[in-house]
């Protein structure tokens, strides 16, 4: 077989996207069972919208394999007052987990940094836990771009 | 599984109670389950399940992770270090291995 570059280009974007296509056609999590795992994160609570935390993606994600994403909670981090824990849900996956950050005062400053999968266009969402029990939810849309060969 | 190297970057120096990034990376194909082989059956997950960091063997960050985590996972997150002392990491795979690295910081 003689392929020319282009074509070639082309094959190995379409493998590329066939992997990130086979994760989306299994079956994906509904949102609402993000919103059950919120609720037994958060135990019981309603989460205030944004307030502390800030979730930051990209707002195109060209390729779904590698999202960066970042997290970060402005808190004193001090003994008796940190942020526990902050939990990351894909709404759009086949399985809405995606991590859950553990933090303690020696850390400092509740932040981190990953890359995540996405399989499709979907809401990424963050809620963060403090030590003195407050609940605070971050949500962002993120555009996936599936497919290639200039389409 | 062989072949799995962590790298993690630490400053070699802090001052007393300075805030310092750490970036790790470890390579890992993280297979989720989810896809097929090329014989049409399911690849069985195998994935870093859990990410650790402790200093002077006090806990500073730690992180569980799911399939949804890129191959490769790259985490990287803030530490306080108050005094001279050793940052051990460590990632834990779901075959049971456990790979383990450390860094040592001075104080400035």
Same mark, same amino acid.
């Given at each position: 077989?003689?392929?020319?570059?282009?074509?070639?280009?082309?094959?190995?974007?379409?493998?590329? %996207?066939?992997? !990130?296509?086979?994760?989306?056609?299994?079956?994906?999590?509904?949102?609402?069972?993000?919103?059950?795992?919120?609720?037994?994160?958060? $135990?019981?609570?309603?989460? %205030?919208?944004?307030?502390?935390?800030?979730?930051?993606?990209?707002? +195109?994600?060209?390729?779904?394999?590698?999202?960066? +994403?970042? @997290?970060?909670?402005?808190?004193?981090?001090?003994?008796?007052?940190?942020?526990? #824990?902050? @939990?990351?849900?894909? =709404?759009?996956?086949?399985?809405?987990?995606?991590?859950?950050?553990?933090?303690? &005062?020696?850390?400092?400053?509740?932040?981190?940094?990953?890359?995540?999968?996405?399989?499709?266009?979907?809401?990424?969402?963050?809620? %963060?836990?403090?030590?003195? $029990?407050? !609940?605070?939810?971050?949500?962002?849309?993120?555009?996936?771009?599936? /497919?290639?060969?200039?389409? | 599984?062989?072949?799995?190297?962590?790298?993690?970057? @630490?400053?070699?120096?802090?001052?007393? $109670?300075?805030?310092?990034? +750490?970036?790790?990376?470890?390579?890992?194909?993280? =297979? #989720?389950?989810?896809?097929?082989?090329?014989? /049409?059956?399911?690849? &069985?997950?195998?994935?870093?399940?859990?990410?650790?960091?402790?200093?002077?063997?006090?806990?500073?960050?730690?992180?569980?992770?799911?399939? %949804?985590?890129?191959?490769? &996972?790259?985490?990287?997150?803030?530490?306080?270090? *108050? =005094?001279?002392?050793?940052?051990?990491?460590?990632?834990?795979?779901?075959?049971?291995?456990?790979?383990?690295?450390? *860094?040592? +910081?001075?104080?400035?």
């Amino acid at each position: 077989m003689n392929l020319t570059r282009r074509q070639m280009l082309c094959a190995s974007v379409g493998a590329a %996207a066939a992997g !990130v296509f086979g994760f989306s056609l299994s079956a994906s999590a509904a949102p609402e069972a993000t919103a059950e795992s919120i609720k037994n994160f958060a $135990g019981g609570k309603e989460p %205030a919208m944004g307030g502390d935390l800030t979730l930051t993606t990209p707002e +195109i994600a060209e390729n779904g394999n590698t999202v960066p +994403i970042e @997290v970060s909670v402005a808190s004193p981090m001090t003994d008796d007052d940190y942020v526990e #824990s902050v @939990v990351i849900y894909a =709404e759009g996956n086949p399985n809405p987990d995606v991590a859950v950050f553990h933090f303690t &005062p020696m850390s400092g400053a509740a932040e981190a940094k990953t890359r995540m999968r996405l399989a499709k266009t979907q809401n990424v969402v963050a809620v %963060a836990k403090t030590s003195k $029990g407050q !609940v605070f939810m971050d949500k962002k849309e993120v555009k996936v771009t599936i /497919g290639g060969c200039g389409g | 599984m062989d072949n799995i190297k962590p790298r993690v970057k @630490v400053p070699k120096s802090a001052s007393a $109670g300075e805030v310092i990034t +750490i970036k790790t990376l470890i390579n890992h194909p993280m =297979e #989720s389950g989810l896809r097929k082989g090329k014989d /049409g059956k399911l690849i &069985p997950r195998q994935i870093i399940n859990k990410f650790t960091c402790e200093f002077n063997g006090k806990p500073v960050f730690s992180c569980e992770l799911e399939p %949804a985590i890129s191959a490769n &996972p790259y985490i990287e997150f803030s530490a306080k270090v *108050n =005094e001279a002392g050793t940052f051990k990491f460590s990632w834990l795979d779901d075959d049971g291995s456990v790979y383990e690295t450390e *860094n040592k +910081i001075a104080i400035k």
